[in-house]
């Protein structure tokens, strides 16, 4: 197959994919919600060449490069926003993606068609492979997924556990040429494995035994008479210099990390290894890989591989028997292929192809020890996500086993009529499940909505201000189950060039550029703050309720009332016994806490981060009246058993300015007292000021690794900081600001 073929089919690919969901493309808008939202910001930071790490992961970390997320922004500029041709910049995104999916597939065919005798035999094997890859990849879509838009789709996808099948496919498919002897795929070779090893942390686990397998094998044929290995490079030196600049330009992103050193995420990758070692049984693991070859689910309503016994699995099993026989017999036939392979013939083509054959299935049987491994090791509970590239392995098998038929194809019927048959064999077979492979916007309606919605909440935050040149940091402040609205929110904050920050327990999930102690938020002295508060409850506060699509309800078991409140709740010191700040079990603390607390199972609400901040509107006294005292009731210094003799030093601010001298507190409970004046607090209560917010440094809390609102277990603080309750009255005006302790 000629290079100009292989890019022909790769543009006849992608364009019928794209005129499948014309729609999606070119005549639906389409806003992104939870991961697509959370990715498109990366993809945002790609345009403007700021983006080092891959996808977050769910431990807090990232994966190791950002390719994807530069395939995206290049399709995002181009298609969208210099061609004009797609209607949503994730469209544009999503047929750049498609074009490279594309790519990888084909030259996956491309290597894998030029072992076959030219001819009847290459034709009938591109024809069943097209065919078989239709079938394959549209019953793949039967296995659940979070991509709330594509689902599990291998082309269209750019969710990074589905963008990892077809890489995958050209690694095994490339492996197995170069060790067969075929160096002018070392390029390709190295194409697959420097884009594996930016997508996902466990890739090393593969891409460098199948690398070093293809290279050994390389070696093996470079060697002369009476030597066992040789060097390739020097008989293919043009060729190892292509490979090696492809290899250096995807090691990039790991050489500039690990200049970052203790901060790079190498290092926080490391930790995680150190810290994580499970170990599922090997029979778990066999299933797993087991239940991917039925093209569905063991628990079909479930994203997760949970509970399972011995009966659930043999029913299992029964139930797919006709789908385990047909992989039986693909086993058979690529066991008969290794064997002949060592048979010596006349024909020296058809020798090379047995070679590669056997080859294929060393490697398939490589990597298939290498996924029940990873199978085995996998954190907490199995996802079906964490294997998605398992759909690689199955295709790459079935075309080892229909490669074995084609090779011994003898002509027996014209080659018009041959032709006619297969093209129209695969154009059948397309034709048949083109509805299941086109995109389509489960809830259009929803979409749209949510992003008038967004464009309503924008201009009626802003008119809230008393001055919009002001330019506040919106705070996003929201839970995990409203989370996938916000991170669409905050994706158009981004794109309208509107700044925001986040708590820090979402870093790895908005990035840490939008940690908000990065951010003015969490200096003393930094500029106007809004806080956007997300909630499932109504409200009376000024706000704009937000459109939430019915999938995310369903899966969230949310009710329909998704709320954004821009105003904080008020605090009026003027009160009969003063406003107070509850931080116990049922309190109403929470409500007011903006970054830097943590709830514990038990209710209370304490201090676990350097910088914590409470938001609230100061509802204005009359200085007549007297002052406004603040009191911090039963401070209590947390340690762990071995931090028993540290201090815990305490800085408090409000509305940017320190009230009163570091105080330095210690495990026995202190309530420290401070006083404002009037004219002080009435200061941040002005219309449009945004900046009554409270304030707490801690220079001796220490982490033991970053917050992550996804890790099962938040990280425990070395030294942080407990307590009781916070009350804010007026008393009678007693001289200058100052604190007092008990």
Same mark, same amino acid.
């Given at each position: 197959?000629?290079?100009?073929?292989?890019?022909?089919?790769?543009?006849?690919?992608?364009?019928?994919?794209?005129?499948?969901?014309?729609?999606?493309? $070119?005549?639906?808008?389409?806003?992104?919600?939870?991961?697509?939202?959370?990715?498109?910001?990366?993809?945002?930071?790609?345009?403007?060449?700021?983006?080092?790490?891959?996808?977050?992961?769910?431990? =807090? $970390?990232?994966?190791?490069?950002?390719?994807?997320?530069?395939?995206?922004?290049?399709?995002?500029?181009?298609?969208?926003?210099?061609?004009?041709?797609?209607?949503?910049?994730?469209?544009?995104?999503?047929?750049?993606?498609?074009?490279?999916?594309?790519?990888?597939?084909?030259?996956?065919?491309?290597?894998?068609?030029?072992?076959?005798?030219?001819?009847?035999?290459?034709?009938?094997?591109?024809?069943?492979?097209?065919?078989?890859?239709?079938?394959?990849?549209?019953?793949?879509?039967?296995?659940?997924?979070?991509?709330?838009?594509?689902?599990?789709?291998?082309?269209?996808?750019?969710?990074?556990?589905?963008?990892?099948?077809?890489?995958?496919?050209?690694?095994?498919?490339?492996?197995?040429?170069?060790?067969?002897?075929?160096?002018?795929?070392?390029?390709?070779?190295?194409?697959?494995?420097?884009?594996?090893?930016?997508?996902?942390?466990?890739?090393?686990?593969?891409?460098?035994?199948?690398?070093?397998?293809?290279?050994?094998?390389?070696?093996?044929?470079?060697?002369?008479?009476?030597?066992?290995?040789?060097?390739?490079?020097?008989?293919?030196?043009?060729?190892?210099?292509?490979?090696?600049?492809?290899?250096?330009?995807?090691?990039?992103?790991?050489?500039?990390?690990?200049?970052?050193?203790?901060?790079?995420?190498?290092?926080?990758?490391?930790?995680?290894?150190?810290?994580?070692?499970?170990?599922?049984?090997?029979?778990?693991?066999?299933?797993?890989?087991?239940?991917?070859?039925?093209?569905?689910?063991?628990?079909?309503?479930?994203?997760?591989?949970?509970?399972?016994?011995?009966?659930?699995?043999?029913?299992?099993?029964?139930?797919?028997?006709?789908?385990?026989?047909?992989?039986?017999?693909?086993?058979?036939?690529?066991?008969?292929?290794?064997?002949?392979?060592?048979?010596?013939?006349?024909?020296?083509?058809?020798?090379?192809?047995?070679?590669?054959?056997?080859?294929?299935?060393?490697?398939?049987?490589?990597?298939?020890?290498?996924?029940?491994?990873?199978?085995?090791?996998? *954190?907490?509970?199995?996802?079906?996500?964490?294997?998605?590239?398992?759909?690689?392995?199955?295709?790459?098998?079935?075309?080892?086993?229909?490669?074995?038929?084609?090779?011994?194809?003898?002509?027996?019927?014209?080659?018009?009529?041959?032709?006619?048959?297969?093209?129209?064999?695969? =154009?059948?077979?397309?034709?048949?499940?083109?509805?299941?492979?086109?995109?389509? *916007?489960?809830?259009?309606?929803?979409?749209?909505?949510?992003?008038?919605?967004?464009?309503?909440?924008?201009?009626?935050?802003?008119?809230?201000?008393?001055?919009?040149?002001?330019?506040?940091?919106?705070?996003?402040? $929201?839970?995990?189950?409203?989370?996938?609205?916000?991170?669409?929110?905050?994706?158009?904050?981004?794109?309208?060039?509107?700044?925001?920050?986040?708590?820090?327990?979402?870093?790895?999930?908005?990035?840490?550029?939008?940690?908000?102690?990065?951010?003015?938020?969490?200096?003393?002295?930094?500029?106007?703050?809004?806080?956007?508060?997300?909630?499932?409850?109504?409200?009376?506060?000024?706000?704009?309720?937000?459109?939430?699509?019915?999938?995310?309800?369903?899966?969230?078991?949310?009710?329909?009332?998704?709320?954004?409140?821009?105003?904080?709740?008020?605090?009026?010191?003027?009160?009969?016994?003063?406003?107070?700040?509850? $931080?116990?079990?049922?309190?109403?603390?929470?409500?007011?806490?903006?970054?830097?607390?943590?709830?514990?199972?038990?209710?209370?609400?304490?201090?676990?981060?350097?910088?914590?901040?409470?938001?609230?509107?100061?509802?204005?006294?009359?200085?007549?009246?007297?002052?406004?005292?603040?009191?911090?009731?039963?401070?209590?210094?947390?340690?762990?058993?071995?931090?028993?003799?540290?201090?815990?030093?305490?800085?408090?601010?409000?509305?940017?300015?320190?009230?009163?001298?570091?105080?330095?507190?210690?495990?026995?409970?202190?309530?420290?007292?401070?006083?404002?004046?009037?004219?002080?607090?009435?200061?941040?209560?002005?219309?449009?000021?945004?900046?009554?917010?409270?304030?707490?440094?801690?220079?001796?809390?220490?982490?033991?690794?970053?917050?992550?609102?996804?890790?099962?277990?938040?990280?425990?603080?070395?030294?942080?900081? =407990?307590?009781?309750?916070?009350?804010?009255?007026?008393?009678?005006?007693?001289?200058?600001?100052?604190?007092?302790?008990?």
């Amino acid at each position: 197959m000629k290079r100009a073929s292989a890019l022909a089919l790769t543009l006849l690919i992608t364009v019928l994919l794209v005129a499948n969901s014309a729609d999606f493309f $070119f005549r639906q808008p389409y806003t992104e919600v939870w991961d697509s939202a959370a990715n498109s910001l990366s993809v945002f930071r790609a345009k403007h060449f700021a983006q080092l790490y891959g996808p977050y992961s769910r431990w =807090g $970390f990232y994966h190791p490069g950002p390719t994807l997320f530069y395939v995206q922004a290049f399709g995002e500029w181009l298609f969208h926003d210099t061609l004009d041709w797609t209607r949503s910049p994730y469209a544009g995104q999503t047929l750049a993606h498609a074009l490279v999916m594309s790519g990888f597939f084909v030259a996956a065919l491309m290597v894998f068609a030029n072992w076959l005798p030219p001819g009847r035999a290459r034709w009938w094997f591109l024809c069943g492979a097209l065919a078989l890859a239709v079938t394959h990849f549209t019953a793949m879509r039967s296995v659940p997924s979070y991509d709330v838009l594509h689902g599990p789709s291998a082309f269209l996808s750019p969710w990074s556990a589905h963008a990892l099948v077809l890489p995958f496919l050209c690694l095994l498919v490339a492996g197995s040429s170069v060790a067969a002897g075929r160096a002018t795929d070392l390029p390709i070779l190295a194409l697959a494995s420097g884009y594996l090893l930016q997508l996902h942390v466990a890739e090393p686990m593969f891409v460098f035994p199948v690398f070093a397998l293809a290279y050994g094998g390389l070696a093996r044929r470079c060697a002369g008479p009476g030597r066992f290995l040789d060097w390739p490079w020097q008989a293919y030196p043009r060729l190892h210099v292509v490979t090696g600049l492809i290899l250096l330009f995807f090691a990039l992103p790991f050489l500039l990390d690990f200049t970052r050193g203790r901060d790079a995420n190498v290092a926080v990758i490391w930790q995680h290894l150190r810290e994580h070692s499970t170990h599922k049984p090997l029979e778990r693991a066999v299933f797993y890989f087991l239940m991917f070859g039925a093209y569905t689910a063991y628990n079909p309503a479930d994203n997760e591989f949970a509970a399972y016994d011995h009966a659930g699995m043999w029913t299992f099993l029964c139930a797919h028997a006709g789908l385990y026989a047909l992989w039986s017999l693909v086993a058979l036939a690529i066991c008969w292929a290794v064997l002949a392979a060592w048979r010596s013939r006349k024909i020296v083509e058809e020798k090379a192809g047995r070679r590669f054959r056997a080859w294929g299935g060393i490697f398939l049987s490589l990597i298939v020890a290498l996924t029940l491994r990873w199978n085995s090791r996998q *954190d907490d509970q199995m996802f079906y996500f964490n294997s998605w590239f398992t759909f690689a392995i199955y295709y790459f098998a079935a075309l080892l086993a229909g490669a074995v038929g084609c090779a011994v194809l003898r002509r027996g019927v014209p080659s018009w009529l041959e032709r006619g048959l297969g093209a129209g064999l695969v =154009g059948t077979v397309a034709v048949w499940h083109a509805s299941v492979l086109r995109l389509t *916007d489960p809830s259009p309606e929803a979409t749209h909505a949510l992003r008038a919605d967004i464009a309503r909440l924008e201009a009626n935050s802003l008119a809230a201000l008393s001055s919009p040149a002001s330019h506040p940091v919106r705070l996003l402040h $929201f839970e995990y189950d409203t989370s996938p609205t916000a991170v669409g929110v905050a994706l158009q904050l981004a794109r309208d060039g509107l700044p925001f920050c986040t708590e820090n327990r979402w870093h790895a999930y908005l990035g840490d550029r939008e940690d908000w102690s990065h951010s003015a938020v969490a200096n003393p002295s930094g500029g106007a703050v809004q806080v956007w508060r997300f909630a499932h409850t109504a409200s009376t506060l000024p706000g704009v309720h937000l459109t939430t699509s019915p999938y995310l309800r369903d899966f969230f078991h949310a009710p329909d009332d998704l709320a954004v409140c821009y105003t904080d709740r008020p605090i009026d010191p003027a009160v009969p016994g003063g406003a107070v700040l509850d $931080f116990g079990p049922g309190g109403n603390a929470p409500s007011y806490g903006v970054g830097g607390w943590f709830t514990g199972d038990d209710g209370q609400t304490w201090i676990d981060d350097p910088h914590a901040a409470l938001a609230f509107q100061p509802v204005p006294v009359r200085p007549a009246e007297g002052d406004v005292e603040i009191t911090l009731a039963d401070l209590l210094s947390v340690l762990t058993p071995a931090q028993q003799t540290a201090r815990q030093r305490l800085r408090v601010f409000f509305d940017g300015q320190p009230l009163g001298a570091e105080a330095v507190l210690t495990p026995a409970p202190t309530t420290l007292v401070f006083r404002l004046s009037a004219a002080h607090w009435n200061v941040a209560s002005t219309p449009g000021a945004l900046r009554g917010r409270l304030l707490f440094e801690l220079p001796d809390t220490l982490l033991a690794s970053k917050p992550n609102a996804f890790a099962s277990q938040p990280p425990k603080p070395v030294i942080g900081l =407990g307590l009781r309750e916070i009350r804010f009255r007026q008393v009678p005006a007693a001289g200058p600001e100052q604190p007092a302790s008990r």
